[in-house]
């Protein structure tokens, strides 16, 4: 259960990563929501806003709305298996998948197994992480250095 901000309690920086790092996924299932608050903290240090200070409306519009649909976790389910083949008779490949933008790069690896013309697909692994805000993140040719980290 996720603990949110108290009726007349502002909402700053402080309480955002509070509640963000109440949910605990080590593998990253819920990493696209989780990004977030991240990009929520981000946006707040762009601006230059201390800890304990109150929030733009807008950001805080954005955290509310987002801690609002969090009861959708509840319906989450994560395998305890990897897959319900036999590893050991299966084809076993690994796709890894990543893409980049200005705010933002992620990384998901998949498992794909295959036995007798049955194939499965299980997510193993993913990451995100907020592109820094420093410096010139564009090369000359127009890709961004965030690609090049995925």
């Not at 502002?10 to 990004?35: E, M, N, W």
Request: hydrophobic letters at 35%.
């Amino acid at each position: 259960m996720i603990r949110t901000e108290n009726e007349g309690e502002p909402i700053t920086k402080r309480k955002i990563l509070s509640v963000a790092h109440q949910l605990f996924d080590p593998i990253g299932f819920t990493c696209p929501i989780t990004l977030i608050p991240k990009l929520l903290l981000h946006e707040c240090w762009k601006l230059g806003i201390s800890w304990d200070s109150k929030l733009p409306e807008d950001v805080i519009n954005k955290f509310r709305k987002w801690k609002d649909e969090l009861h959708e976790l509840k319906f989450l389910k994560i395998p305890r298996r990897l897959s319900n083949l036999d590893l050991n008779e299966s084809s076993l490949t690994l796709h890894t998948f990543c893409d980049a933008s200005k705010l933002a790069y992620a990384t998901c690896i998949f498992l794909r197994a295959e036995k007798e013309g049955k194939v499965t697909c299980q997510l193993i692994q993913a990451r995100s992480r907020i592109a820094p805000f420093k410096g010139n993140i564009h090369t000359k040719d127009g890709i961004t250095r965030v690609q090049y980290w995925c």
